[in-house]
């Protein structure tokens, strides 16, 4: 296993190199994340080498909720009838150079082990995601997220259900 880092993105992380294949999220990473950060819009955790500045990968994490009426029927049931807080995932993204050596899954469980400690906080419902594209939807899937009934690239995995599974660790 390669010994990386996940960090808040930071003025000093080397970000204009990045590519990991979809233009989106190169360039919200190279260009965009400033931005969101400045404005609390979300917050960005990089990926890099121990003692390296390169961003080899990165996620975001935004407050969201979701509308009832998206929720799929069986879930629905046990909840109230308004719109369901959750954390957004707002992008996940791995750079060529790092693609393939299980990077991707680090950040997905330090994303979601991270927003638990707010789950103890808030009232948190799931984790969110709208995937880029289906081999990213391939990717949550393995993870237990789910499709919403809105978008079927949109997913989400209750809170509960990771909770569950580190309990299991």
């Known amino acids: 296993m390669d010994d990386w880092l996940i960090e808040p993105l930071s003025g000093t992380h080397e970000r204009g190199e990045f590519c990991c294949g979809k233009a989106p999220l190169d360039e919200f990473l190279r260009s965009l994340v400033s931005q969101y950060e400045k404005r609390k819009l979300g917050r960005?955790?990089?990926?890099?080498?121990?003692?390296?500045?390169?961003?080899?990968?990165?996620?975001?994490?935004?407050?969201?909720?979701?509308?009832?009426?998206?929720?799929?029927?069986?879930?629905?049931?046990?909840?109230?009838?308004?719109?369901?807080?959750?954390?957004?995932l707002g992008r996940l993204a791995v750079d060529r150079t790092a693609q393939g050596r299980g990077l991707g899954e680090e950040l997905l469980m330090n994303a979601l082990r991270r927003c638990l400690d707010l789950a103890d906080?808030?009232?948190?419902?799931?984790?969110?995601?709208?995937?880029?594209?289906?081999?990213?939807?391939?990717?949550?899937?393995k993870y237990r997220f789910a499709p919403l009934l809105d978008n079927d690239l949109h997913l989400y995995l209750p809170v509960r259900t990771v909770q569950d599974e580190l309990r299991k660790e």
Request: hydrophobic share 55%; aromatic share 12%; no cysteine.
């Open 44 to 88: 960005t955790y990089v990926a890099v080498h121990a003692g390296a500045t390169r961003v080899l990968g990165y996620y975001t994490l935004a407050a969201g909720v979701i509308p009832f009426q998206h929720i799929p029927i069986k879930t629905a049931k046990k909840l109230p009838k308004h719109p369901v807080p959750v954390i957004l």
């Open 121 to 141: 906080i808030l009232g948190i419902f799931a984790f969110e995601v709208l995937a880029i594209d289906s081999a990213a939807k391939q990717f949550y899937l």
